[in-house]
């Protein structure tokens, strides 16, 4: 006797209507949430799930986050939750959209270069 055993990588994406004010970018944008997991699949039926990890991505501009899995547990529950910046761990900037781009807390300075502080202000960036 012998089994159908497949281990495959998957991926689930959450709707989730929370508008969010960018912290990388300075924009309005949405989270758009999705799990990751491995799957073991018993004659082609997903038999078992786990590994499962949450992930937060922005819309504006395309940073990544971590998500708190308490957060992402409720989310694939269906449940309204607001996902707040302490549920979230940052995983790469946004690029994908304006590389290198930058705006002081200060004065609102806005650049693509790469300063490392405000040439208008000289706040650290
Ligand atoms: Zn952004
Ligand atoms: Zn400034």
């Known amino acids: 006797m012998f089994f159908i055993m497949g281990i495959t990588e998957d991926r689930k994406d959450f709707e989730l209507n929370q508008l969010i004010t960018c912290s990388?970018?300075?924009?309005?944008?949405?989270?758009?949430?999705?799990?990751?997991?491995?799957?073991?699949?018993?004659?082609?039926?997903?038999?078992?799930?786990?590994?499962?990890?949450?992930y937060v991505q922005t819309s504006c501009c395309g940073s990544l986050y971590e998500l708190d899995p308490e957060i992402g547990k409720a989310i694939a529950r269906g449940e309204q939750v607001e996902i707040r910046q302490e549920n979230l761990t940052k995983i790469s900037s946004g690029g994908g959209f304006s590389s290198g781009y930058k705006k002081c807390r200060q004065c609102g300075y806005e650049t693509t270069e790469d300063f490392e502080y405000c040439p208008k202000c000289g706040t650290r960036f």
């Not at 924009?27 to 997991?37: A, N, Q």
């Open 24 to 54: 990388v970018c300075g924009k309005y944008g949405r989270f758009i949430v999705f799990m990751t997991y491995t799957v073991l699949s018993l004659f082609f039926i997903p038999t078992f799930k786990w590994n499962k990890h949450y």
